[in-house]
């Protein structure tokens, strides 16, 4: 089922999430319907609390060289934590939950990812370029941080008048 994703400036994106303890089918059907959204919307990540879910969950599913998502390529993503972090890089970043905007952002260049499965197994990921990238924006989700708040005050004040200015035309 696909899921109303909540956007910039909802108040309910800046919750920071919970642990998960519970991995049944709730769970599975959960991350079923975040597959489902992301797809419909075009993205490559997502985290529950873009769906309201104030859990730690978050979904990715990089692009292979042809631009395909194929789901085989899915990663499930709950309580993440990261290790190792390290090197600097800027990306032009956007999200679903501050759609039409992209701005550079500075993510670290590789990582470590630990985390579970939707069964609760442990999992170890080895993270680089955009992988790397997607992990961080869609954590920062988890902590209640959007992309927009990595921005210099010149550049967020700019963000906030574009912004303004497209919300005045879709009237």
Known sequence: MI?????????????????????????????????????????IGLAAIQLANPIRVLILCI????????????????????????????YQEGCLSVPGFYEDVERFETLILHY????????????NELLSIAVQHEIDHLE?????????YHRRKKFEKEYKKALKEKK
Not at 73 to 88: A, M, T, V, W, Y
Not at 144 to 152: C, E, Q
């Open 3 to 43: 899921l109303p994703i909540i956007t910039y400036p909802n108040k309910q994106l800046k919750v920071r999430s919970s642990e998960v303890t519970h991995f049944d089918e709730l769970l599975h059907r959960f991350l079923d319907d975040m597959y489902e959204t992301m797809i419909s919307s075009n993205g």
């Open 63 to 90: 692009p292979d060289e042809e631009g395909n998502q194929n789901k085989e390529d899915l990663i499930e993503i709950i309580n993440p934590i990261i290790h190792n972090p390290q090197g600097k890089v800027m």
């Open 116 to 127: 579970k499965n939707r069964y609760g197994e442990p999992c170890i990921l080895e993270a």
């Open 144 to 152: 209640g941080k959007l992309f927009i708040d990595k921005l210099t």
